[in-house]
């Protein structure tokens, strides 16, 4: 029933670290659509030099690459780390290197790995236990997620100060089975909104009935996160989505044989990351289990978030603590914070902004108190939720530190860019016409210093089907010469380097002589088998002589009538109309050309009559998603619905993809046959006065 495209995704795999997603360089043959792999690297520790590095295995899967971060803009605060600790060989970032059968690089990838993993505090209330706060790994593993090029001969890995090959594996032809009907010219990016930090919050092991409390769980945890600084004070540039994800994670209670500790599977979190076609810089995972657990990770390095979209990750239990809980492991995997409780003084410390060997090192604290994990000698700032989890928020040294390895706001602030000046709106937009000359001319943004401006014009408001081009000049006027006819919406954009601006105000402007514009506001009222009409004229456009009615069995179409009026009339009446639902449009025409359609409605001749169109639904889940078979449910729309529709698209608030009317009262549907990819799903209630709203939201995504 429905198709959506999505590409498949190489990752390199790993089972007790992070994943690492990087800034690669993509050769110019690399283009939307096509597979990914997944490659994974083990890495043996050695001391005072290079680590041992070992390819482990491959595969090559349907998915979609995450979003590249941008290079960093500012050097590493050496001065600051070289208080505390000297750039050891084994700080410099290894490399990934795709190459074809001639040796020439195909792409390149550097890449980090956790050296820890972090054990939640104990729940607060209880008694300390003396169990470790930290573990190390011993050989860490890493998946990283890659475009699959099918001339892909070999991978290797380049480590130490000269970049030399430390590891090498063959890419056989058995690792390329899996890249059979899958397009091969490179991988699709998730989507994703510039100027925004991402988080996905993930579930594992729900059941589909059970969603509902992930949800819920995941709202909670989004919740406290976003009332958090510095995620408060730039909340509108944080994105959070939650992905029911109902793949095995492969999460445990008890590594280790430390009761709270919680491990998943690396390898699969990020497969089923890339799967989602969701954006994300960082994963949270929820773990249905009731005992209390998390697990977070740290990778050791001061900048490494900056320059190689490395991924960190970590998980919670559900239960009363999730939330804190989430925040304070969120702590270690994204600030690379550490615990601020003296427990372990056995682990080698790793430098984090918040435990440091003088109090002058700790900016904007309110109080210098010796001890923290891992160094009971250093000192640590006032208490927070990296002291224990009745405290929710950070303190402002882990938010504020300029030190390296960067506080949680000069972190945040590097992917939401609040150091960065997207230009502000244009304004004033004018437009007009001569012939087929066009002249547009408007007012420079007040601030973000444009390089360049972006003219789109629609065929309607809102729609840039018609033209969406630079204009190459920072030139606060344009002309278009050889313009058609016709009837154009057109609004521009201001972009530089930083990003693009929202549109300015919208005109409409005639070229020459042209065909009316649509309609608008077309409502229909129906009593038994008589309907009547109405609608209003346009005011754009050459002068209607007539309009042309079309209805449809389904949306838009125009199967079960499409006729003239032969009138101006801006209203019409029929009856005897038999029994049944039709989809109705209306157009404008005259000697030029005809319009595009009006506002669709939806009419149950038969039905009895109606006043308005009905309320929202309420509660659109997901029950069922296996295997192309998919199931929804909702709660019964106010207003006395007759039919529910049901829409998909393949971006938020798009139907796209599916429009389709499920001709009844019922509230679950399903349906079989779905083909892999991402949906964005909502559903209308309707009824002889029309569609009503939508209702939530829900994202598909179908493997």
């Not at 699969?268 to 657990?293: F, K, M, Q």
């Not at 404008?588 to 169109?613: D, H, Y």
């Amino acid at each position: 029933m429905w198709r959506a495209a999505s590409a498949g995704v190489l990752v390199v795999a790993s089972l007790l670290v992070s994943a690492a997603r990087v800034e690669g360089r993509q050769p110019a043959s690399v283009s939307t659509g096509g597979a990914v792999m997944i490659v994974t690297v083990r890495v043996t520790p050695v001391a005072d030099r290079t680590p041992n590095f070992r390819i482990d295995g491959l595969r090559v899967l349907r998915g979609w690459l995450p979003r590249e971060r941008r290079a960093a803009s500012e050097p590493e605060n050496t001065a600051a780390r070289a208080g505390l600790s000297s750039v050891r060989v084994e700080d410099v970032d290894p490399q990934l290197v795709l190459r074809d059968g001639a040796g020439r690089e195909l792409y390149r990838q550097p890449f980090t790995y956790p050296r820890v993993l972090t054990v939640p505090p104990v729940a607060p209330g209880e008694s300390e236990d003396g169990l470790p706060a930290v573990v190390l790994i011993a050989e860490p593993e890493v998946a990283l997620v890659v475009p699959y090029f099918a001339e892909v001969d070999r991978i290797e890995v380049l480590a130490g100060p000269a970049g030399v090959a430390v590891a090498t594996r063959s890419v056989t032809p058995g690792d390329r089975t899996t890249a059979e009907g899958l397009s091969t010219s490179a991988a699709a990016t998730a989507v994703s909104v510039p100027g925004t930090f991402g988080i996905l919050i993930m579930s594992s092991g729900y059941l589909p009935a059970q969603m509902d409390g992930f949800t819920n769980r995941a709202a909670q945890v989004r919740d406290q996160l976003l009332a958090t600084e510095p995620f408060l004070a730039q909340r509108a540039s944080v994105r959070v989505s939650f992905h029911q994800n109902v793949d095995d994670l492969g999460c445990s209670v008890g590594c280790a044989g430390i009761g709270r500790l919680l491990c998943c599977n690396t390898t699969r979190i990020v497969t089923a990351a890339a799967a989602s076609g969701l954006p994300y810089d960082e994963i949270i995972v929820v773990h249905n289990t009731p005992t209390y657990s998390g697990f977070g990770s740290r990778d050791g390095s001061s900048s490494y978030y900056k320059t190689n979209s490395a991924v960190t990750t970590c998980g919670v239990y559900d239960g009363d603590w999730t939330s804190s809980m989430a925040v304070h492991e969120f702590g270690h995997s994204f600030g690379n914070l550490c615990d601020e409780y003296d427990l372990e003084p056995s682990y080698s410390y790793v430098a984090c902004v918040n435990c440091r060997s003088r109090c002058d090192e700790l900016p904007g604290a309110s109080a210098c108190l010796v001890g923290c994990n891992v160094r009971s000698d250093y000192f640590r700032p006032e208490d927070s939720v990296m002291l224990s989890l009745s405290n929710r928020t950070f303190n402002r040294t882990s938010i504020d530190s300029t030190l390296s390895p960067d506080g949680l706001r000069k972190r945040l602030s590097f992917f939401t860019g609040v150091t960065r000046m997207v230009p502000g709106v244009p304004s004033g937009l004018t437009a007009s016409a001569s012939g087929s000359t066009l002249n547009l001319s408007w007012t420079a943004p007040a601030g973000g210093s444009p390089t360049s401006y972006i003219i789109e014009a629609g065929s309607a408001s809102g729609l840039a089907d018609l033209a969406s081009f630079s204009t190459g000049t920072t030139a606060t006027s344009f002309v278009a010469n050889n313009v058609a006819n016709g009837v154009y919406y057109v609004r521009v954009r201001a972009t530089n380097g930083d990003g693009t601006s929202d549109p300015s105000n919208e005109v409409p402007v005639v070229v020459g002589p042209a065909a009316p514009a649509a309609p608008t506001g077309l409502a229909a009222s129906v009593s038994g088998s008589d309907i009547v009409l109405r609608w209003t004229a346009p005011t754009m456009g050459g002068t209607p002589t007539a309009y042309v009615i079309e209805a449809g069995s389904g949306p838009g179409l125009a199967n079960l009538a499409n006729f003239s009026t032969g009138s101006i009339a801006t209203t019409f009446g029929a009856g005897g109309v038999a029994n049944g639902i039709y989809y109705v449009r209306v157009r404008a025409t005259s000697s030029v050309g005809t319009s595009g359609p009006s506002n669709e409605v939806i009419m149950v001749a038969g039905g009895g009559g109606c006043t308005l169109p009905p309320g929202a639904p309420g509660g659109l889940t997901i029950i069922q998603n296996s295997g192309g078979s998919v199931a929804f449910k909702w709660s019964t729309a106010p207003g006395g619905p007759t039919t529910y529709v049901l829409e998909a698209g393949s971006a938020p608030g798009l139907a796209n993809l599916a429009n389709v009317d499920l001709g009844g009262t019922g509230t679950t549907f399903a349906t079989s046959g779905v083909g892999a990819g991402t949906y964005y799903v909502r559903l209308r209630a309707a009824n002889a006065c029309g569609k009503g709203g939508a209702s939530n939201e829900v994202v598909l995504v179908v493997r």
